[in-house]
């Protein structure tokens, strides 16, 4: 016998004390076995279980734009008076399409089917010296100031002091013949860009469009100018007749003149210059092209180009 239980039977509790002795025992041995159960329970519970596994997110990116895809500027509706092709001493060949447009005030003052659409025409009988008058002072200068070089057209658009500012300039800018550059003007520029169009303008500068590859969104088109040229004695003749005649000599026979040429595809150029301000263009209709200007956000232009490299 269990010496635990003696004094129970000592003391003639007999069967019945030694029972309930049993009892007690197994329902604290049962206590404690499903206290054991439970936090066996409990901490299978609070295991943290594995998450399953994330896969990477993806984002769909726009595909990129088509470079070499020919970005078509006129727009189908546009009258057309002359088609024919170019091919440029590296043997690549343009479509050039000579258009009317609703801006030179030559042109509208000529009698309708007297206007001049033949290359060189024109510009044979002008010769080259610079025949205005508005900011002749600036146009026919070079700003003293380093080189800044952008390789997209919309980057330096977007470093140009905005048209508001430019507008109530002080002191004012004016349109007359000695209206020089203002200090926001006297910047150089590089920029590798597409020639779209040209023409040539009655003071003999060529106005060329530049925008930016072919594809590109948002399409943007800025205008920048060969200026005709100054007096010899002057600092920046031999400059600007050099980008002159870089321009003269690419086009050879093909040079436009009062209307513009659009160029299928565009041409790519890299262009160097001094940047000016079109005080005469800062309200009313922006110069370019009709079927271009809703793309011309700035009357900023390059102007006058002291460089042209075609198909760089």
């Known amino acids: 016998m269990r010496p635990e239980f003696v004094p129970f039977l000592r003391a003639g509790n007999g069967g019945r004390a030694y029972s309930e002795m ?46 070499t895809k020919p970005f078509v500027a006129l727009p189908p509706e546009t009258q057309v008076l002359q088609a024919r092709t170019f091919t440029s001493s590296r043997q690549r060949t343009y479509k050039i399409e000579t258009v009317t447009d609703d801006r030179e005030e030559a042109l509208r003052a000529l009698p309708p089917g007297t206007r001049d659409v033949t290359p060189m025409a024109a510009a044979a009988a002008a010769g080259d010296n610079f025949r205005g008058t508005a900011r002749k002072a600036a146009k026919l200068s070079i700003a003293n100031a380093p080189l800044e070089t952008f390789t997209d057209l919309s980057a330096l658009i977007a470093s140009l002091p905005p048209h508001k500012a430019m ?15 203002v200090a926001e003007e006297k910047r150089n520029v ?43 004695s002057s600092a920046a003749f031999a400059r600007l007749k050099a980008a002159r005649d870089a321009f003269k000599s690419f086009f050879g026979g093909d040079l436009p003149g009062m209307s513009y040429d659009f160029y299928t595809p565009p041409i790519p150029v890299e262009i160097e ?10 309200t009313g209709s922006r110069p370019g092209p009709a079927s271009l200007r809703p793309k011309m956000p700035v009357v900023w232009e390059v102007h006058p180009i002291t460089r042209i490299v075609f198909e760089p």
């Not at 210059?273 to 800062?282: E, K, P, R, V, Y």
């Open 273 to 282: 210059g001094s940047l000016f301000f079109d005080m005469s263009h800062a």
């Open 190 to 232: 590089k920029v590798s860009a597409f020639l779209y169009a040209a023409s040539r303008e009655d003071d003999n500068d060529f106005h060329l469009i530049l925008g930016r590859a072919p594809g590109s969104t948002p399409a943007v088109y800025m205008t920048m100018e060969l200026a005709g040229l100054p007096p010899a």
């Open 167 to 181: 507008v109530k300039h002080v002191p004012p800018i004016r349109t007359t013949a000695n209206s020089n550059r």
């Open 22 to 67: 049993v009892n007690r025992q197994s329902f604290e041995l049962a206590l404690a076995c499903a206290a054991i159960a439970f936090g066996a329970a409990c901490g299978s519970a609070e295991k943290p279980t594995a998450s399953p596994e994330r896969k990477p997110e993806t984002t769909a990116s726009a595909p990129a734009p088509e470079a």
